[in-house]
């Protein structure tokens, strides 16, 4: 079992989309569930997916995680053919649906998968209306990120 964080909450997150962050501004995030089979939550409980071009596709009224790669474990999956990178439907509620139909068929609006998560005994996915950045929106990004952390050692360099 994981060990407790001071703060009193564990971390239930399996995994990040970090290149959607630098990739794009992310805006509204909606929780969705995912439909899965029993050897992909063997495989997610194991850590054994990946969601760096995965994208979320809205087609008659359903949303579809597409492009998310779910390595299949030897021992899981040997009487079942597995397909890693198949589409798995995302369950909503339609209102949100709706909205997330209605902005991403402006220009420049999409919808990615940001973080895969347990939420009680279910595998959630966290996914957020995005826009692109544009190549000087992710200089600035880094430019802003490295200068925190310079700031950081300047203030332990500081106190002592």
């Known amino acids: ?28 995030t909606y929780e969705a569930g995912i439909v899965l089979s029993g ?10 997916i990946q969601l760096v071009d995965s994208y979320v596709v809205l087609k008659d009224g359903e949303a579809w995680l597409v492009g998310a790669l779910i390595t299949p474990l030897d021992t899981a999956s040997t009487h079942v053919v597995a397909d890693p990178k198949r589409d798995r439907k995302l369950l909503l509620q339609r209102k949100e649906l709706a909205k997330l139909f209605a902005i991403t068929q402006q220009k420049g609006h999409s919808c990615v998968a940001t973080k895969i998560y347990w939420k009680k005994h279910l595998i959630k996915c966290k996914i957020a209306l995005a826009r692109g950045k544009k ?18 050692r300047l203030f332990r360099l500081n106190k002592r």
Do not use: C
Request: proline fraction near 2%; charge should be positive.
């Open 135 to 152: 190549e000087f929106d992710k200089r600035a990004a880094t430019k802003e990120k490295e200068w925190n952390i310079e700031k950081q």
């Open 1 to 28: 079992m994981a060990k407790k964080p001071k703060h009193g909450k564990l971390d239930t997150s399996i995994v990040v989309n970090k290149k959607a962050r630098f990739d794009y501004h992310l805006d509204d």
């Open 39 to 48: 050897w992909e939550v063997k495989s997610i409980r194991q850590k054994k």
